[in-house]
């Protein structure tokens, strides 16, 4: 089940967004409205500093003529606008934009009285085919020089919109002073404010801050935290009792004498299916060369430590100088091949070959290691993701850099990157788990209503049957089943008229398994079963031994390390440590097959038998065993052979329970494809019974082979679960 | 090399220690002299009183005439003994044992003036054939009463020996008041001393505590820390910050109303390769019924929370009733199977068939599965773990268990199952580990230093060789090799009088690769090499053109799912981005393979190269890479290539270095099998010398195809790391 296939090539198909800039800087993912298919994006360059938005063609609405058609409006012109975050400003549930500008040259000569922060509020779509005008209305929140990102969040609560503002370095000139990352509140009359409240989150500890990334951790009461790349490497702050706490994850790119740059510059964070937050992507130092992976190192049961996998280092030979020049100038993670896990997208702004899109995979992170593919070629500052195509894949977008007087790319564009491999997006769905349990298998099972889709398990082909387990969903209609026995374990199967369930044939009972052959369906609570799918003419199961009964094991673990440590086959039970008291007798067992939840809770317990012409397997009353027992029989080969229990008020002597006359049985004879109520009491809620001791309160009874036929029976004994609500 | 292979069944074989006693509690490994080839037990019951040590026979002196010829000594007879715990008290560097008495009837009428600790001293071994005295001397610690067990370890500083002690009740008829966790101190003259010093490490917060168990981790700076089973479940307690931490693990069997017994009562960590606390194994609650497995859900960059798998609920109708009746009474975890992951052992001591030992092995932690196995029938109420056998292979220990008026198991004994199916205890080597690399094949290489064993890791067959690497751990000698050539990467192979190490050959020079096909040998810096393997005669290497050099990849990547995203293939370089330079030229390229330590560092990289007739492949003097070239000739097609480097003092345009007349060049033709010194400028001390670019400093050089024959050059180019000590 767990087989291992060949990854697929990572392969993004091209197109153009965006053909003619004169610079470039940023780009990011952007809904103009809730309710669009899909996405669109922002993009602007620091000199040109016309924020845009990039109407995706898929939402409909008049088409630009260039480029795959993507309509650019231009919301408002800044002076070195640097970072744009989005969020609902104004209240209407649509995403607005808040800007920092007034920049300046560059950081060294960055306005002192720039690093304005302001929000844009999103005018929704007003024409008549959606289009959505320009030049916003803008509204200010706050400022400090060099300001240069923003992130969104819920950072200190879960209710009020914060955000966190990050200048690159402390003022003009200023490269040492401790930078404040300041926090702002949305303001309640976010419409009518002068600016918005603030307060300081650090202004200690951080200098060079060049990225952040905001993720949101189960452990952390549904509030945002922050990852900072920094000089200082990555720390990661979080709001815990009242207060900002900043946890050390990595230096970063060591600190040499001489050198302004080193620590970390980009970041963002990878999860798996068991682990949010498995490994960090960073690119180090500033403008930088060297992607990274930090890892943990398990040091004790609560506690690890992180390593710093180098992947790579990109640049050319003044690049390498770690003078700030780059190549590298983003990561972002996302799950690109529908696994699960996330990957990782490296944007390199050249010069060549140090430019386009790396993808990085994660293989093993116990040991550092990861894959690596090219999937874009053109230069690339910064990455915007999303499923821009519409198609459930995660695409990506780019933007040239092109910074003048820094780092001029040619040919500035805005580029799409569409997912050409992924084969779908990921969508978790517990699988069925099976392992081995003192010689038999084990199979955890989801519970029918945490799927969407059936699963079909083979298990073994037995006595002319071939046995396969069945999960279907709720509300599921099935009409390919034949009228073979089945055998409901939880839930429900409608079949016409018939209702099956696990328990509810009554008591003293027997009802004919077999389906009609006409559909069947699921209701709210979807079905487990077995189905015993007759592979033989019932004629021919006429076997006079147990070791002539066909047996074959249909059994694949989960973990391909796992098999049986012996094969399945029925074995004598005067041959079991149980089985002292039949000595001699042609009574076999063939055990089993148990079923859990996935969480680990017991559903039922499986169990296979045969019986001689005339053998008593034993008058018992369950006294030992805490289950509800039920048999279907799957050949009658002694010809009446079936239940019998002792008539009421028969007094039975418990230590010879055997000596009960036969006269005194009431029988109950099951041919195959039959199954009987199991014969515990039940209340008046027909729940079952219970002795003092805490087994459910059985009367005497057994299997008891028939005597009118030359063959064996061969039956099926489940052993349900009685904390269980079937 | 990652291949899944089936697990094996464990087996023990069990023999007999100790064949006839009365009862049965306790047993313990314990080394009676730390030069013995292995270790022997300790074992008693609670009634007869007689702390004995049984001396494994494989240690030689004289043997027991009973069972499997384990001498028993008793070394102190006691009143109701319950635990034991080994150290050197006497500070002679034998283990002493520590053991507490005086329990009294049971823990509900224990004895209120009882819950004495003392210590026996070793006094080794003194008889003609190694004999041990019994009747060893006491000395007293302190006393609690109900003291139940005892830990012994370095818990609060790393320098002196602590005993920590536990009552499993504060005092008689009281299973409310939290109890005494003591801490006592190995005094400086602990052979004159009254009792230990002592101190308390919590009274406030467990109740009933029936186990715990002292690991040390790395986090913790040398000292040893505490996980206690009691009726609050699993904690685990550390020292830190000059006072004790109580980190909550989980709660165990919830409380139920009416019940007495809840939480948990035996515990033990799993380690696996990379956590040392993988998972938890406990017995819930006291003499308890439920198997639990604690995994860990990761909920954040550093916080995780432990998830409750029940792996299995064990006893009769009353034991479930949780009345404290068993059947479950120890668990303990061991790498049993030799994979670096451990398996746990659960002991039960009946009544049958909740009997024996079951081995749990985990299979996937993140999903808390484990598979279980029975691995012995005899009831057992606790085990003992140790290389009983001398085989190098983890086997354990069982005692009956036998407490008059409690559980009586019939027939108490003490039973060694050795290991039988583990192929060798687990010695951790590093591994070479593959991965896709952006169209290249990547391998970590662990330094030769780090392994053992030789490593071979085929390549391709390229040209008529065959391309494995080959690992040599340091003082390794072989005299299998033949007269191929071969490439030293890193470290020193001595082949006869030569040395060759990466970048030994001198400046300008060249020299032959092939062996003398003698035997070699490493050194203390042991060697990574690559051979190739001539599979052809030299006379058939007269390729045409590029595409008829046969290419075979021999990869395997570590990690099935990954293969090369393309096959290997030379391409002429105007199809690389960089080759516009060479239009319609006869110059091909297959590049490569990356080779980098485990720790990520670059080692080189590789790339293979063609050209025709006549083809000059372009002089550069590699100013835009920071890497130290060699290269070895694999085929001379065009008879007289090779090595062209500018003559000292001609003056070349670097926008047209190929303008300089061929007359102004100094040749060094290389033949298959030959290699020549990289020709970069060197220091006095043989070390790159550096522009001011921080690129080696090389001459203006190219590789020029011959004009003596038809058939085309094939050549390797090695590009090694600068940074690295070769």
């Known amino acids: 089940m767990f087989k291992t296939t060949v990854l697929p090539t990572p392969k993004f198909t091209k197109t153009v967004v965006q053909d003619n800039r004169t610079d470039g800087y940023w780009i990011e993912t952007f809904w103009v409205d809730p309710n669009d298919k899909v996405p669109g994006l922002i993009g602007y360059g620091l000199a040109t500093g016309d924020i845009c938005i990039f109407d995706n063609p898929i939402n409909g609405g008049p088409k630009a003529t260039d480029g795959a058609g993507w309509r650019k409006i231009t919301v408002k012109t800044f002076n070195s606008p640097v970072a744009v975050v989005t969020a609902d400003c104004a209240g209407n549930c649509r995403k607005d934009i808040i800007a920092c500008y007034d920049y300046g040259p560059s950081y060294l000569n960055c306005n002192q009285s720039g690093g304005n922060i302001s929000w ?165 130092p500033f403008h930088g060369t060297t992607v990274t992976f930090l890892t943990k190192d398990k040091t004790g049961p609560v506690s690890s430590k992180w390593i710093r996998n180098v992947a790579d280092v990109y640049g050319d030979p003044d690049q390498l100088k770690l003078t700030g020049t780059g190549p590298g100038h983003y990561v972002v993670t996302g799950d690109f091949d529908g696994d699960g896990v996330d990957e990782c997208l490296v944007a390199l702004f050249g010069p060549a070959p140090y430019e386009g899109v790396y993808y990085y995979k994660p293989i093993d992170l116990e040991k550092g290691v990861f894959a690596k593919w090219k999937v874009a070629d053109e230069p690339a500052g910064r990455i915007a993701i999303g499923d821009f195509s519409g198609d459930g894949k995660l695409d990506f977008a780019t933007i040239v850099y092109n910074v003048p007087l820094y780092y001029e790319g040619a040919n500035p564009k805005i580029y799409l990157y569409s997912n050409d491999f992924c084969a779908a997006a990921y969508t978790p769905e517990p699988q069925v788990v099976s392992t081995v349990w003192g010689g038999e298998p084990l199979f955890y099972l989801p519970r029918p209503t945490e799927i969407k889709t059936p699963t079909t398990i083979p298990l073994m082909e037995l006595a002319g049957y071939r046995i396969e387990l069945e999960i279907l969903p709720p509300n599921w209609k099935l009409t390919t089943l034949t009228a073979d026995p089945i055998k409901v374990l939880f839930g429900a199967l409608y079949d016409g008229s018939i209702v099956r369930r696990a328990l509810n044939v009554p008591q003293y009972e027997k009802s004919d398994a077999r389906l009609t052959g006409g559909p069947i369906e699921t209701k709210k609570e979807g079905v487990i079963f077995l189905r015993f799918i007759s592979t033989m003419d019932p004629s021919e199961r006429n076997w006079k031994e147990a070791k002539d009964v066909p047996v074959k094991s249909l059994l694949e673990f989960s973990y391909q390390q796992l098999q049986l440590p012996a094969p399945l086959k029925f ?3 005067d041959e079991l440590a149980w089985g002292g008291g039949f000595p001699g007798v042609e009574f076999y067992n063939m055990s089993g097959i148990d079923f859990r939840f996935l969480d680990k809770t017991e559903l039922v317990h499986v169990q296979f038998w045969t019986a001689a012409k005339d053998v008593n397997c034993g008058v018992h009353d369950h006294d030992d065993k805490i289950f509800l027992e039920v048999h279907l029989c799957l050949s009658e080969g002694t010809g009446n052979g079936g239940m019998w229990r002792v008539k009421p008020g028969v007094v039975v002597d418990p230590d010879h329970p055997n000596d009960v006359d036969p006269k005194d049985f009431i029988t109950l004879p099951l041919a195959a494809g039959e199954q009987h109520g199991g014969m515990w009491d039940r209340d008046t809620y027909d729940k079952p019974m219970y002795r003092e001791n805490g087994t459910p309160d059985y009367p005497w009874h057994k299997w008891q082979a028939g005597n009118t036929a030359e063959s064996i029976d061969v039956w099926t004994a489940f052993e349900f679960n009685p904390k269980l609500d079937y």
């Open 571 to 573: 074995t004598r039970v």
């Open 120 to 284: 844009l509020e999103n005018p929704g779509r007003q024409g008549p085919n959606g289009e959505v005008p320009g030049d916003w209305k803008m509204r200010y929140i706050g400022r400090w020089p060099a300001m240069h990102r923003l992130k969104a969040g819920y950072f200190t609560q879960k209710s009020i919109l914060e955000v966190i503002a990050m200048p690159v370095v402390h003022g003009p000139q200023d490269i040492e002073t401790p930078v404040p990352v300041i926090l702002f509140q949305k303001p309640e009359k976010s419409l009518d404010a002068i600016e918005w409240t603030r307060s300081i989150v650090d202004d200690e500890h951080f200098s060079i801050i060049h990225d952040g990334v905001v993720k949101r951790f189960d452990g952390q009461n549904g509030r945002d935290s922050l990852f900072i790349a920094s000089r200082e490497g990555i720390n990661w702050l979080y709001w815990e009792n009242q207060e900002w706490k900043i946890e050390h994850i990595n230096d970063g790119m060591p600190k040499e004498a001489g050198k302004d740059y080193y620590g970390s510059a980009c970041v963002d964070v990878g999860k798996t299916i068991d682990d949010p937050a498995a490994y960090i992507a960073t690119i180090d």
